[in-house]
């Protein structure tokens, strides 16, 4: 294992143990997505999950996994009050628009005492800001919302009657994407989008970008975890 993915594994685990997921934890985690990782930690951690997806599809591709799956929109969650001990926002708040941001946190501290957010910084070196250049693209050509958020922005959210801040940081990333962890990572990648039907020029700008990263290297962005509680 190379040193990019030994401190990403690090720093999930570092952002896992702030959750504090023990047994019998009931977790409703948001967006099942292409790759359900946030779901499969959380079982693994002993967690009782549901999930949810506003796609049919995802739900439908994921029923293998032993958690609750459900075809839902998290603006308009169909639980009762204080279903779940807590509710998760693992990169996904920053794919839905910016006018349902208030509406979604209202809707997780409805059904949930406590909400954890992890979201991706939108800053980094030349080579990751032009990478997140060309995803914001990828995603604008299928119709979907890929747009970074400052800490200051998420903490601003949070920031309702009877909700208590219990958490907020930036994890750093200082180990670079390089060499043949970063050939699988955009071959992963190209593979990915490539299924999405998205223009051609997506797919040549990530193979220009890869030969760059793979020779010199890419330093991800930060990432942004807050967690809050009802009070």
Known sequence: MGKYKEEKNAVEKQIWDLAEIHSCLNVLDIGIGNNPNSII??????????????????????????????????????????????????????????????????????????VMLVEPVPDGGELYLEYYSIFQGVMDSIGKIEKYRALSYWTKLFNKPNIKLQHSETFKFEDKLIDTEAEEYFNDL??????????????????????????????????????????
């Not at 051609?200 to 809050?228: C, H, P, Q, R, W």
């Open 190 to 231: 190209i593979e990915y989008i490539t299924t999405l039907n998205v223009p051609e020029k997506y797919i040549s700008d990530f193979k220009k970008l890869k030969s760059e990263v793979v020779k010199n290297g890419m330093t991800f962005s930060d990432i942004n975890v807050i967690i809050a509680e009802t009070c």
């Open 41 to 114: 930690k959380l079982i693994e951690l002993g967690a009782n999950v549901t999930a949810i997806d506003i796609e049919l599809k995802k739900v439908e591709q994921n029923k293998h996994l032993d958690a609750r799956l459900i075809h839902a929109d998290v603006t308009k969650l169909p639980f009762q009050g204080k279903e779940f001990d807590l509710s998760v926002l693992f990169f996904i708040l920053h794919e839905i628009s910016d006018k349902d941001h208030s509406k979604v946190i209202e809707e997780l501290f409805r059904v949930s005492d406590k």
